[in-house]
Nanobody, 115 residues
Framework: QVQLVESGGGLVQPGGSLRLSCAASRSIFSTNTMAWYRQAPGQQRVLVAV???????NYADSVKGRFTISRDNAKNTVNLQMNNLKPEDTAVYYC?????????WGQGTQVTVSS
């Protein structure tokens, strides 16, 4: 059973930065397409950034140019660097595979962008 644990969220002012991390209980990132998803209050969970085993990345239009997804094989983490944050980025952020595995959903990490 794989457990994914997200961390790094917090309260930040507009224009600020945060770095999220997703740690896995065993090595899965090099063999699975991984992604960060987010869910804002009252909205559906949506895909934000994708990282294929090849290293190819893809981003939602709303975060393109501001967010960067990466993988650290030594630490067994997938990270999301978020720059120039906007209030509309406020959400709970989760990591999972693509396609998602329901059993992999963790608790997520809250990101709040507010002045």
């Amino acid at each position: 059973q794989v457990q994914l644990v997200e961390s790094g969220g917090g309260l930040v002012q507009p224009g600020g930065s945060l770095r999220l991390s997703c740690a896995a209980s065993r090595s899965i990132f090099s063999t699975n397409t991984m992604a960060w998803y987010r869910q804002a209050p009252g909205q559906q969970r949506v895909l934000v950034a994708v990282l294929a085993p090849s290293g190819r990345t893809n981003y939602a239009d709303s975060v393109k140019g501001r967010f960067t997804i990466s993988r650290d094989n030594a630490k067994n983490t997938v990270n999301l660097q978020m720059n120039n944050l906007k209030p509309e980025d406020t959400a709970v952020y989760y990591c999972n595979t693509v396609p998602v595995k329901i059993e992999y959903w963790g608790q997520g990490t809250q990101v709040t962008v507010s002045s």
